[in-house]
């Protein structure tokens, strides 16, 4: 496994759920943990956001029950707040618990890195997939 040179232990590459080179998941807003558009993970990265996730009016009504408010703005952050649409590296303890609840949002398999794969079993992945054919 390749890292980065003073990335603080940042993975370089990574493979998605599929097995495959992980894709972008989203650029506007910029998302993942590492603020690089991709679900990319790494040892500092203890909540796991590897799930490239498409975000829906009731996971995010969802998510802020829960106490993690995506939805509202907060400029001091550069956070714009998520709307519907919008694509999200999301931890995958937390869609774990939204599939629990019946509350999973989509995803984009080939953008989901397969570290998600410690919370999350790929068939239920793939029953939210939007880029299976």
């Known amino acids: 496994m390749a890292y980065e040179a003073g990335g603080g232990g940042r993975k370089r590459t990574g493979r998605n759920v599929l097995g495959g080179p ?31 996730a498409v975000m829906s009016a009731e996971f995010l009504a969802f998510s802020k029950a829960r106490g993690n408010d995506l939805s509202t703005p907060m400029p001091e952050y550069e956070f714009r707040g998520l709307k519907p649409g919008d694509r999200w590296c999301l931890c ?12 999973a949002p989509k995803v984009v398999l080939t953008a989901t890195h397969e570290g998600a794969l410690e919370h999350a079993t790929l068939a239920d992945l793939k029953r939210f997939a939007i880029d299976l054919n």
């Open 92 to 103: 995958a303890p937390r869609w774990q618990e939204a599939y629990a609840a019946g509350m």
């Open 22 to 52: 992980l894709a972008p998941c989203n650029d506007a807003p910029l998302t993942g943990f590492y603020r690089d558009g991709c679900c990319n993970t790494g040892p500092e990265d203890a909540g796991s956001h590897t799930v490239c």
